[in-house]
């Protein structure tokens, strides 16, 4: 089976083109032919490692900026490219991996070949979103047209229940991101080394405002504990401005990026996660994967990972002193951290890559046969 995937900043370092490429290079290693068209105008090196055999085609489907004429040549032109693609390639199914541009495009052209849009941020993100961006009209104009685009599609696929639900959209089909994480057989024994991690951009979107809330409640009941924060933002001076307020220098801790996360997890007795939305969490099923508890603010799709109180922690989005009254249960007993940890190393299984692999197979040879 040939497929032509279509996607953008497949150079640049993050969940989206890691998980296409993985997606991608499990394909061609099963025995489908692909092409991988970059929409962007330059020849790009792909961040992750990418099978030989992808046929790499630059894009160069771009619009351009300008008053009503140029625009308009600009999107005329975007659709001949687009179509020139598509009849170069000879697919039997596309894929568009969270292109915009190509949203509006690929329903309209080609209507004999299957067609599936991947969602790869959640509802909930796009709304808070056009909320920071939009007028309540646009808002509502946006909402409604981009469902109506997404349904039009042969298939549109989501990555928890809670975003189908969200949607609302007869096509939808949930298939969840894979993980790439060696899961530990058995919780091993070991000290507690008194470390709360989270692994979040310094980003509005990863709320640590309210982790930094959340520690002030706690951070003079337990000395010698610590949370580190791994990522890198522009949030930066703003929260080590409260940190410094709020007299928690010594215990909230910012050290950046780092290289090795797995050793930094294995170091860590807990992970928490204070994003307001997440498209799917990946963060939560790596430390799960390595024997970690978690804990984190309901976002939608959430508990499609997470089963409050079996194999994790799900507080209400917002509520601080709930967080940290639950945090405090997790930091004051190892049993109930061994449990949730115990558990999660059996529910992380669902996302294991040929069990998800499987499912995108499924996906293709439906569409093949039943369109």
Known sequence: MKLLYFTIQINMVGGLARIVIDKINWLVAHGYEVSLCNIEPLDVHPAYPIDPRVELIRGNIQTTPGGLITRTTGVLGAIRRTKEVIRSVQPDVIVNAHCQLVTWILPFVYKDI??????????????????????????????????????IYDRFVVLTHGDEDAWKCKNSVVIPNFHNFKVLPTIPKKEVHKQLILLARLM?????????????????????????????????????????????????????????????????????????????GIVLIEAMANGIPVIAFE????????????????????????????????????????????????????????????????????????G
């Not at 709304?127 to 009209?137: H, N, Y």
Request: net charge negative; proline share 4%.
């Open 114 to 151: 299957p067609k599936i849009v991947e969602m790869h941020q959640s509802r909930q993100g796009l709304e808070v979103f056009d909320r920071q961006f939009m007028s309540p009209m646009m808002r509502w104009i946006h909402r409604h047209s981009t469902r109506w685009i997404y349904s």
């Open 204 to 280: 509005p979107q990863k709320r640590i405002d309210l982790m930094i809330d959340i520690w002030a409640q706690l951070a003079t009941d337990f000395p010698g504990w610590h949370v580190k924060v791994l990522g890198e933002g522009h949030q930066r001076p703003q929260l080590e401005e409260k940190i410094k307020k709020l007299g928690l220098q010594e215990s909230f801790q910012l050290p950046g990026e780092v290289q090795d996360v797995t050793k930094e997890l294995q170091n860590s007795d807990i992970l928490c996660l204070t994003s307001e939305y997440e498209g799917f």
């Open 299 to 370: 976002y939608v799709g959430v508990h499609d990972i997470i089963d409050d109180g079996t194999d994790g922690v799900v507080v209400p989005f917002g509520h601080i002193q709930c967080f940290a009254q639950r945090l405090r249960l997790l930091m004051t007993n190892e049993e109930k951290r061994w449990e949730l940890a115990e558990h999660a190393l059996s529910s992380v299984n669902k996302f294991d890559k040929e069990k998800v692999m499987a499912d995108w197979n499924a996906l293709f040879n439906n569409l093949l046969n039943h």
